[in-house]
């Protein structure tokens, strides 16, 4: 849990300084808590020819999308509103020609990700899917979406998948401290594997606590600062989309946009009032409260319901007791080292 100084800066200037034309994007989080300022901010810089990955597109895909940052899509799912004859930003941009597709199963797309968060070439996936369209109609990935190989140990064709490392993970979370430790709670999905499996990693949250909160509760920090680029605080960061302890998701709004998507001509008046006409999100969130009142907002907040503490006590955290001697042994490092070397058991 390394410290490397504060990672906090605005989504303006994390964008600016870690997004690329044309990088692999992923984003990070699973159908909830999505980070909606950060893909706001993405289309606001008019960041473009980007490989997006997601393995849950509901609103965000469609968003970037329809601002045409997007030029390749690898998914599991994506919200097709309106169906095939009926629109949504990703059905129109296959139709036309400029978004170029790659589909996964769940199960083969978090493997890539797995392989790249641990450092492999590929790994292994269920034969499953070599029946399907799946296998069999590729993509811009061509003969690398998968290959079958020959099992090093057993002989047997297995099915395989590359490693993914994205250039930039974009990911919102519930609370991190200003190094960037980032603690989740929830629904897990490929949060954490999307995260670790990439080059750089903006994160974004609802709240910045102290390092002693994090050390706390150790068991909610999916990634440490050290592999953090940048962060930014953002309070309903995720809206329209929920974040578990702080809001539920806001179901009309959500269908607003759904009804605009199903119309490009609608889609692109959504996003000029609410991405570009709002510089940031605290302008986004005064014209929702100007357009629906403050009190569509505070119904979406979450009631308390917190879980039992668990008690991480210990009765030392170190071998060297306070006076810089060795529990067991009464040793201090020196005197330690000077009877291995009268050992002959010290090894420069």
């Known amino acids: 849990m390394g410290e490397n100084g504060s990672k906090v800066m605005s989504a303006k200037e994390a964008v600016s300084r870690f997004i690329n034309d044309g990088d692999e994007v992923i984003i990070g989080n699973y159908t909830v808590g999505t980070c909606m300022a950060l893909v706001f901010e993405i289309c606001r810089q008019h960041k473009n020819e980007l490989t997006l990955y997601s393995q849950s597109g509901v609103l965000d895909v469609d968003i970037l999308v329809n601002a045409g940052c997007v030029s390749r899509l690898v998914t599991t799912y994506v919200l097709r509103s309106g169906g095939k004859n009926g629109g949504g930003a990703v059905e129109r941009a296959l139709l036309s020609g400029s978004l170029e597709i790659e589909d996964y199963t769940n199960f083969d797309y978090n493997a890539r990700l797995v392989a790249g968060m641990h450092g492999l070439n590929f790994i292994q996936v269920l034969e499953g899917v070599i029946p399907t369209d799946l296998f069999n109609r590729r993509g811009f990935l061509g003969e690398n979406k998968y290959r079958v190989i020959e099992c090093p140990y057993t002989g047997k064709q297995i099915l395989t998948v590359p490693a993914v490392n994205p250039d930039v993970c974009i990911v919102h979370v519930q609370r991190a401290d200003e190094f960037g430790n ?30 002693d909160v994090v050390r706390a509760s150790p068991h909610f920090t999916i990634i440490p600062s050290f592999r953090v680029d940048a962060l930014v605080q953002v309070p309903w960061g995720a809206h329209p989309t929920e974040v578990l302890g702080h809001y539920n998701m806001d179901s009309p ?16 008046k959504w996003i000029e009032e609410w991405v570009y006409d709002c510089p940031d999100r605290e302008s986004y969130l005064n014209h929702y409260i100007t357009k629906f009142g403050i009190g569509a907002l505070d119904q979406l907040r979450s009631k308390p319901f917190y879980s039992t503490p668990a008690n991480y006590g210990a009765a030392f955290t170190s071998v060297w007791d306070e006076n810089g001697r060795e529990r067991a042994m009464g040793l201090t490092l020196k005197e330690l080292e000077a009877r291995l070397e009268e050992r002959g058991l010290l090894y420069e």
């Not at 490929?190 to 080059?199: P, R, T």
């Not at 709004?253 to 692109?268: C, E, P, S």
Request: charged share 20%; with cysteine; aromatic share 10%.
């Open 253 to 268: 709004f959500y269908g607003i946009f759904t009804n605009a998507n199903t119309k490009a001509d609608k889609a692109r």
């Open 182 to 211: 980032a603690q989740y709670w929830g629904a897990m999905g490929s949060v954490a594997a999307a995260a670790l499996s990439s080059k750089r990693i903006i994160l974004s949250c609802e709240e910045i606590v102290s390092r």
